[in-house]
């Protein structure tokens, strides 16, 4: 599935209007995923690549099949928003699809520091967008065993765990393209 998805990629891309060109070679992708983001029978696909220029953040590409076609079209396009390197194990950012149609972004640094950290979003395709449905954080410190922190929260609900007790914050639809890591850390109570 992933390298029919992946030959689609790199055969023809068709923009819709406005959007702009996730063009890279294929040696740029660190990630990918494929899933029926949009539900309608045809693998889709998010990719994550490198940046053009040093000192950028990776890009996060979206693209929906069409149905019946061997094409995909940029749905979302996302450059210079997702931290993460190749250059040092533990902090390469991670795509994976889920069994509902929703897909996860993950960054870590699990190697640098004595601060050490995984964040997840899990993104879903609602109202022709895709959206931030639920984030999870997880931290320690290398040094003090009690330094940690954690919080999983159903951003569409508010509701949540943090450091193993229940967290209400307001109830948010928050489109990825708008979303902030201070939205999921307030309402979990996160030190910054």
Known sequence: MKSFAAALLFSTTVLPAGAIAA???????????????????TADLAVIATPENDGDD???????????????TVALS???????SLTLFGQEPELAA?????????TKNETIGRDRWRQSLTIAYRNFDFIVAGYTFNSYDTLNPDGGQE?????????GKSSGRPVAGQAQFVLLKDWKDDIGRS?????N
Not at 78 to 84: E, F, H, K, R
Not at 151 to 159: F, I, M, Q, R, S
């Open 23 to 41: 063009d890279f070679p294929a040696e740029r992708i660190i990630a990918m995923a494929s899933g029926d983001w949009n539900k309608d029978g």
């Open 78 to 84: 996302l450059p210079n928003t997702v931290w993460g």
């Open 187 to 191: 309402i979990c109570g996160l030190d």
């Open 98 to 106: 889920l069994a509902n149609g929703s897909f996860t972004l993950s």
């Open 151 to 159: 919080c999983d929260l159903n951003v569409l609900t508010g509701k």
């Open 58 to 72: 990776n890009g996060l590409y979206v693209y929906l099949a069409k149905p019946n076609e061997s094409r995909l």
